[in-house]
């Protein structure tokens, strides 16, 4: 049964920082890739960052990039977002989820959500002073 949990969000002020854990199970980390998403009530889930599979490289969107980092820690069976430089505009409930296809990169991830098919209940994260 595939899973992941998010944990790690919590109150910030802008400026601050904050490190997501998904931890996963009953899937091989190595072989999916991992997005990131955000949503906000009322609003359409939005792509942040996405973590492809084997090698591990990184995508982000333009408004996190230089802020957020992706990683994953395959012997753990866990992915991290380190969030820094946080702004209100990153309040948000934070997702990650599995990419359906084994060996799956994030060519386009945030165009494509609903390849991202299994994700975890989310943590929020709000930024505010």
């Known amino acids: 049964q595939v899973q992941l949990v998010e944990s790690g969000g919590g109150l910030v002020q802008p400026g601050g920082s904050l490190k997501l854990t998904c931890a996963t199970s009953g899937f091989e980390l190595d072989y999916y890739a991992i997005g990131w998403f955000r949503q906000v009530p009322g609003r359409e889930r939005e792509g942040v960052s996405c973590?492809?599979?084997?090698?591990?490289?990184?995508t982000y969107v333009d408004s996190v990039k230089g802020r957020f980092t992706a990683s994953k820690n395959n012997a753990r069976n866990t992915a991290y977002l380190q969030m820094n430089n946080l702004k209100p505009d990153d309040t948000a409930v934070y997702y990650c989820a599995k990419e359906r296809h084994v060996y799956g990169g994030c060519t386009n991830f945030a165009r494509r959500p609903a390849d991202f098919d299994s994700r975890g209940q989310g943590t929020q994260v709000t930024v505010s002073s």
């Open positions: 973590i492809s599979s084997g090698a591990g490289r990184t």
